[in-house]
């Protein structure tokens, strides 16, 4: 049987601080060795303070993933050599005297499966290195502390995963969760890295590391099943070692045979006191968290929202803020519009307005906003706001435009900001729901099509085609039941 766990790294991006001084936690756009001070590059006799934010950041993670939270946590040192390790140790977190690190015990579902969630532990990042020359003999590597000291989350898991498929959901649902909570931005680069340790039936476990992106991932995993079943069929032992994926060749290359953990002379971190969490304040840490992305599609579904939006929309923290903030405005409106409901009839007629404005608005959102603000810098430039979005659809389900009109409304609403009534009078828009402009179209359009007129005499679906056609020359702007209507009566 195949077995995969992982190793999740997760660097709490939306933090101020690192992990132990005031250097900046998000290090992008420094020059190299600029955001660094003597604790995080650990000059002797600095002293590390403790970030408090980063453990009530870590600790609502470890709560979203249904973990048990300890009481006290503590610190440990984990001693190696390596350049982008400034002190020879990275302070980190291990259950040697009881359960002492942020998170264990939790689980995540993937589609059915139990993934369970061995520990949570909060530690900080070393820096980076950075290899520059095309050949092995002329590579040079620089190093960059710019890293060092942000604080980092590490995510194990149970080798509970059976195929690759499994673990690209579920880091799919991980990073969703991760944004939803406002902890961190996976996809800035780097943010969100993974290792993974594979075993095949009757072979040892096999760590694979340096692998850069959930894509490569994936791969670096087939590719290693593929590695130990041949193997094995071959009757040679697969032993148990660290493995490098290299994403030039695709393929997982042997590093070192793997450390154990004694091999790291781990020991308590004496310049850092045990931190007690006490239970006010993972309350307190409780009540703040945000709506999980699993009860907001499920409050969706119950506007009437088709599933399968319900859990795009709710998936993406961009558009569900964004839904959320047009709801809240929107239901200002209905309120305005119907008074306070204050029995159980108009309770029912304020719930059915809502209930289509959630739909409608759904709607445009999915079909249309996510493919015009699909990057971060449109989504900067974007001039919608929520009123827009609600005068939008208030006009949609008055039948002042059709929704094909809406388009054009929302893509000049994104671009300009323009209230709705001069864009639809900008480009002429108002829907043509006119008896007399309707039915005079209507009779040019029976008579340029004789053939489909007859056709739909005896085949009542042909009539649709008619439809298209009156739409089609008042350029979408019919309404489209009125047409339907019309047309029926004349052709009958
Ligand atoms: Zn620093």
């Given at each position: 049987m195949t077995k995969i766990g992982l190793e999740i790294h997760c660097q709490l991006t939306k933090l101020e601080s690192k992990l132990f001084c005031s250097c900046k936690a998000d290090y992008r756009g420094f020059e190299p060795n600029t955001n660094i001070c003597p604790v995080c590059v650990g000059l002797p006799g600095s002293l590390p303070r403790l970030n408090k934010k980063a453990i009530e950041k870590a600790t609502v993670i470890a709560m979203a993933l249904n973990c048990q939270t300890p009481q006290k946590i503590a610190f440990f040192r984990k001693n190696y050599f390596y350049p982008d390790l400034p002190k020879n140790f990275q302070i980190t977190q291990l259950?040697?005297?009881?359960?002492?690190?942020?998170?264990?015990?939790g689980k995540i579902s993937v589609e059915g499966k139990e993934i369970q969630i061995r520990r949570i532990q909060l530690e900080e990042d070393p820096g980076r290195l950075i290899y520059e020359g095309s050949s092995e003999r002329t590579q040079i590597t620089l190093v960059d502390y710019n890293r060092a000291g942000t604080p980092l989350v590490e995510i194990v898991t149970e080798p509970d995963f059976e195929n690759p498929k499994q673990v690209r959901l579920f880091l799919n649902i991980l990073s969703d969760l991760l944004e939803n909570l406002g902890?961190?931005?996976?996809?800035?680069?780097?943010a969100m890295r993974a290792d993974a340790n594979v075993s095949i039936e009757g072979g040892s476990k096999v760590e694979i590391k340096n692998i850069n992106s959930f894509y490569d991932l994936e791969k670096a995993l087939h590719f290693e099943l593929t590695r130990q079943q041949s193997l094995a069929e071959r009757k040679i032992e697969i032993i148990q070692e660290t493995r490098h994926w290299d994403d030039k060749r695709k393929i997982t290359i042997s590093a070192r045979s793997k450390e154990e953990e004694?091999?790291?002379r781990y020991f308590l971190e004496g310049d850092i006191p045990w931190v007690k969490i006490d239970s006010k304040t993972v309350e307190r840490l409780k009540e703040g968290m945000p709506e999980s992305i699993s009860s907001k599609k499920i409050r969706y579904e119950n506007y009437g929202i088709p599933t399968q939006v319900a859990d795009i929309l709710s998936s993406e923290k961009y558009f569900s803020d964004f839904f959320q903030k047009y709801l809240d405005y929107s239901n200002l409106v209905i309120n305005k519009k119907l008074g306070v409901p204050n029995n159980f009839n108009e309770i029912e007629e304020f719930d059915k307005k809502y209930h289509s404005f959630a739909k409608e608005g759904a709607n445009i959102i999915t079909t249309d906003l996510m493919g015009l603000l699909d990057n971060k810098e449109k989504r900067n430039a974007s001039k919608l706001t929520a009123e827009h979005l609600s005068d939008l659809v208030n006009a949609i389900l008055e039948n002042k435009i059709t929704r094909h009109s809406s388009k054009t409304v929302l893509q000049t609403m994104v671009k300009t900001g323009k209230p709705i009534s001069e864009i639809i009078s900008e480009f002429a828009l108002e829907q043509v729901s006119d008896d007399a402009i309707l039915s005079t179209m209507i009779d040019e359009v029976i008579k340029e099509e004789s053939k489909a007129v007859e056709e739909a005499k005896l085949n009542p679906e042909a009539i649709n085609y008619l439809v298209g056609k009156v739409m089609k020359k008042t350029k979408g702007q019919a309404d489209p039941t009125l047409t339907l209507n019309l047309l029926k009566k004349k052709i009958s």
């Open positions: 259950n040697i005297y009881g359960p002492t690190s942020i998170g264990q015990e902890v961190s931005d996976p996809s800035l680069e780097g004694e091999d790291y």
